[in-house]
């Protein structure tokens, strides 16, 4: 009798150990991660990992889909080019495109620490509706960046004004808590004048695709200028839309660390040729010398971008 009752509580107990393994996400595995720690790739889905680990980031750069590849064609390099960059760009509907900005820019909110701020670029698809996220989400927005190309693509309809610029949002994660501003560091850069939203910087270059192409990779020079304004050296960057990582790259040639999160395998493995690109020593002084913010910023504090912050925080994986 009390045997039965044993064997049977026994059973009971491997039953629920059992369903609660199977209903547990497996441990994350990152996909990548540079010997010296600074790189780390997470392959997934951003809404399925974020929320399964707890970590605070200085800082979040997110180059979400812009939801505009609807078969229309642009100029690339004189050629006529689809503007289809994948189907996780494919257009929606408005509420859809709310919904989705809503439910990821929530999911970065946790992840940023109080006094960290968040960076969203777009252009007029979904840029009005990143920013209703935000407020609503409760971030104050600090500034709305025009990146003005100095070598746009030309319009080829010849209907209207050539595209040339792209919005970045600036936002903390407070409205009352201070965030971190890099205002000499930036005046510096800008010639000793105040810098102003408005940054000419050139649309991606060539020498930037040494290890691949992806059709929205960003320019090392503005994830570098972004990084220098609002971290510290040693900061986390986090980037949930990671592509084919230029914040990561950009984070670690001015001394800060990233975690890359990129759903689609090719993108993932771009990512970690760029980063491995950068361990040869000869390739991380030349990208870094073809961007003008870390000559400039070097020149005026030598030694910026090494030591100081919280070194020993380390991810959770
Ligand atoms: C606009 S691109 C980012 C490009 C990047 N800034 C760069 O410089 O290479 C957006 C990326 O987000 C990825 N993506 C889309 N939905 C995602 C999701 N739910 N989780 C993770 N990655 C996603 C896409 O595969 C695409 O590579």
Not at 80 to 100: C, H, L, M, T, Y
Not at 256 to 272: P, Q, T
Not at 283 to 310: H, N, Y
Request: proline share 6%.
């Amino acid at each position: 009798m009390i045997f039965r009752a044993v064997c049977r509580i026994i059973a009971l107990l491997l039953r629920l150990f059992f369903y609660h393994a199977s209903a547990m996400p497996a441990p994350i595995v990152p996909y990548y991660r540079s010997s010296s720690r600074d790189f780390t790739l997470l392959h997934g889905d951003m809404f399925e990992l974020l929320p399964q680990f707890s970590f605070r980031f200085d800082m979040v750069f997110a180059d979400p889909p812009y939801f505009l590849s609807n078969g229309g064609i642009s100029c690339q390099a004189g050629k006529i080019v689809s503007v289809n960059k994948g189907d996780w760009d494919k257009g929606r509907s408005p509420e859809q495109i709310d919904a989705f900005n809503r439910q990821w820019i929530a999911l970065c909110r946790e992840k940023l620490k109080d006094d960290g701020t968040i960076w969203v670029s777009g252009t007029y698809h979904n840029i009005f509706s990143v920013a209703n996220a935000l407020t609503a989400l409760g971030f104050k927005i600090l500034n709305v960046v025009t990146w003005v190309k100095t070598n746009p693509p030309p319009n080829i309809s010849c209907r209207y004004f050539t595209y040339s610029t792209e919005f970045v949002i600036w936002a903390r994660k407070h409205p009352k808590r201070p965030h971190r501003f890099n205002y000499e560091l930036m005046k510096h850069i800008n010639g000793g004048k105040q810098m102003t939203d408005v940054w000419r910087l050139p649309a991606i270059a060539p020498w930037e695709k040494s290890c691949g192409k992806h059709p929205t990779q960003k320019p090392l020079a503005l994830l570098t200028r972004i990084i220098l304004a609002s971290t510290d050296s040693n900061a986390w960057v986090l980037d949930p839309f990671a592509g084919s990582s230029t914040t990561g790259v950009a984070a670690n040639l001015v001394g800060r660390r990233f975690l890359g999160i990129e759903r689609e395998r090719e993108f993932v493995e771009m990512s970690r040729r760029r980063r491995q690109e950068i361990d040869n020593l000869a390739v991380f002084g030349s990208l870094r010398s073809r961007i003008k913010d870390i000559g400039l910023a070097e020149a005026q504090s030598p030694g910026l971008f090494a030591g100081e912050g919280d070194a020993a925080a380390e991810l959770p994986f």
